[in-house]
């Protein structure tokens, strides 16, 4: 009877309509062998809480990171996951994990970044219950939050079950650039994010994970507000999960308000006080309050390179250690347990009482409601945007590829789908054990070396020169409303400055459209960042060329067409490449702002500035890199 029970179990957890299938199972199973598979479950986890806890001395609040949280929650990350945990064998439990270089594990070992602590704590927590955990680390270091954010099918997955963005040293709305794409402000730009997320097949919630290292947690505060109350909270909250996390904020107030006014740096060599518990740590040996060491360091403990892997460090620089990423990890486990215990508790009345009644009612993914903040934005309708990305890790199709139209006048193309310069160089040198390795493994120079090859991102994008020719991209049906007709090009991020051979979209990107000039074309690039998109607009141009064209079949070519040289391009233009910046340096800037171009100075006030030695620019080695196509 138990095996009948827990295969018709199992079969209600994969359903559409689980709260209908748990009904089903409270009226036709008798009482006893209903609370006796709700109470072994709920056991289970209350022993993983039990374990969780004992490593952090019972301290619980350093593991309760959660500041805000909606209602929907119940219906959705505890219905699923209560549901999952009686199943029996064959349930599964997707997390996504988005962000850039912290969430990536950078300065560390890929493997004890945050996701992998995640997974390593659930599988053993859930493995016994019979799911299989499945943490997918998808950051990219030196990645803005869009337009990625717009393409969280194929990088997240469409069977996610709980997506955890981080994004910590970015605005909620960086690389959202473009008129009329920007709506709401900051509650648009997390809106447009979360109805993306939301809107995943697999229903999944949404965490916004934040690391408050100075425990003022700017962000976490705007977030608070949003999910808390008004308009946001009111579209989202009753039928959606979403939560809020702040790893180094209120966690630690008690660890803070411990710690003595004076003591040690991260480096152990000079005095600091405050509040930042980055720059200075609350406890001397014991920066989470509780440990000298995390349980991994991800290399073996008889490795020459132990004494590098700074166990004993909350942060490194601006990125967490090892043992901040352990506390991290953690703190999202503790939140995952706990959802499913609420969940297990609740199913447990149901069970007892044999009534399928509220709270215990997930029945499926639930409408998108209408939007709250960013109504108007031409990303943030009825259907999400449409992507093709090449940059690694993703977890499925498309890739640029995918829209790459061969079958046209100008034949196969001759772009290549290569990883950036950045990306070539870093998989050039893992390629073999460095220098630094084979002659001194236990050098600081071998554990650079180590860690840089054990990470999982890559900027990957499809690339051309002029001798190329053009890129042609086709535009893909949406069965549901027919094809999009706006489509949006963007380049890969790179590290801190862009290479000068890379082209520069402003005026080194050529755009046809069924072979006419692009007539509603425009390059978007917000203040201060460097990364460019390329809009657009196919319906507009098709007006305006009084074409009556479907937009699926319309062909967009990109090439590249470089410009002579920069002294040639200062003496056409009437424009400097150089100019003094605010912190009294040489740079690039305006058209050419983040690009690796040597400047001088003159010493002359009227003219501080101009182009170095070797401004060398060969349009030979001019080459686009794009990444992604988002078409809506």
């Given amino acids: 009877m138990l095996r009948t029970l827990l295969l018709g179990l199992a079969a209600a957890a994969s359903a559409k309509h689980h709260g209908e299938d748990i009904a089903n199972w409270v009226r036709n199973t008798h009482v006893g062998e209903r609370n006796a598979v709700v109470g072994n479950a709920q056991r289970a986890v209350a022993a993983a809480i039990a374990s969780l806890l004992a490593y952090y001395e019972g301290d619980e609040q350093v593991l309760d990171a959660v500041t805000a949280s909606t209602p929907g929650l119940a219906r959705n990350l505890e219905a699923k996951l209560a549901s999952r945990a009686v199943s029996g064998e064959g349930a599964r439990f997707v997390v996504a994990a988005l962000g850039s270089s912290v969430t990536a594990g950078h300065d560390n070992v890929g493997s004890t970044a945050w996701p992998a602590v995640l997974e390593r704590r659930l599988k053993g927590a859930l493995g016994p219950l019979g799911i299989d955990v499945e943490v997918r680390n998808q950051a990219v270091g030196g990645r803005e939050p869009f337009p990625a954010s717009l393409c969280l099918a194929p990088i997240a997955g469409e069977d996610a079950d709980l997506v955890v963005r981080e994004w910590e040293y970015w605005s909620f709305g960086d690389g959202l650039q473009g008129e009329g794409l920007r709506k709401g402000g900051e509650s648009g730009d997390v809106e447009v994010f979360l109805r993306n997320a939301l809107g995943l097949p697999g229903a999944p919630s949404v965490f916004f994970l934040n690391l408050d290292a100075d425990g003022a947690g700017q962000k976490t505060k705007a977030l608070g507000n949003m999910f808390a109350a008004g308009p946001m909270y009111k579209a989202y909250g009753p039928n959606h999960g979403v939560a809020v996390l702040s790893a180094f904020g209120k966690t630690f ?67 967490p250690g090892t043992l901040g990423h352990e506390v991290m990890g953690h703190q999202v486990a503790y939140a995952v347990l706990k959802a499913l215990q609420r969940g297990l508790n609740a199913l447990g009345k149901v069970a007892s009482s044999g009534e399928a009644a509220p709270p215990w009612t997930f029945a499926g993914p639930a409408p998108l409601p209408p939007a709250a903040a960013c109504a108007g934005s031409a990303l943030c309708g009825a259907h999400p ?130 072979g006419e000039p692009c007539r509603a074309c425009r390059v978007d690039q917000g203040q201060g960042q460097y990364l460019q998109n390329y809009h657009i607009d196919v319906k507009k141009h098709l007006e305006l060329a009084g074409s009556n064209k479907r937009c699926e079949d319309v062909d967009v070519a990109v090439s590249v067409d470089p410009i002579d040289g920069l002294e040639a391009w200062e003496a056409a233009t009437g424009k400097k490449v150089c100019q003094l910046a605010r912190n009294g340096n040489c740079e690039a800037k305006e058209d050419w702002r983040r690009y690796a171009i040597g400047c001088d100075k003159t010493g002359d006030k009227a003219d501080p500035c101009k182009l170095g030695k070797n401004p060398g620019r060969d349009p030979k080695a001019v080459a686009a890199f794009i990444t992604s196509a988002i078409a809506w």
């Fill in 253 to 319: 107030d008690h660890l803070r308000a411990k710690a003595p006014k004076k003591r040690l740096d991260r480096s152990g060599k000079k005095e600091c006080s405050g509040r930042n518990v980055g720059d200075c740590p609350v406890g001397e040996g014991k920066p989470d309050g509780h440990h000298t060491r995390p349980l991994h360091i991800g290399i073996p403990e008889d490795d020459p390179l132990v004494p590098f892997a700074d166990p004993a460090k909350l942060f490194i620089n601006w990125h």
């Fill in 385 to 514: 945007p449409l992507c093709a990305m090449s940059t690694l890790p993703k977890a499925q199709t498309p890739d640029l590829g995918d829209w790459v139209r061969n079958g046209t006048a100008l034949g196969p193309t001759k772009w290549s789908n290569r990883p950036t310069q950045e990306a070539n160089n870093v998989a050039v040198a893992c390629a073999a054990p460095s220098k630094e390795c084979r002659n001194s493994p236990g050098s600081n120079g071998c554990w650079g070396h180590t860690r840089k090859c054990s990470y999982a991102d890559m900027k990957r994008a499809f690339s051309g020169t002029a001798a190329d020719g053009a890129l042609v991209l086709g535009f893909p049906a949406r069965p549901s409303n027919g094809a999009s007709c706006s489509l949006s090009l963007s380049e890969p991020g790179y590290a801190w400055s862009k290479p000068k051979t890379y082209a520069n979209w402003h005026m080194e990107l050529k755009v046809t459209v069924d």
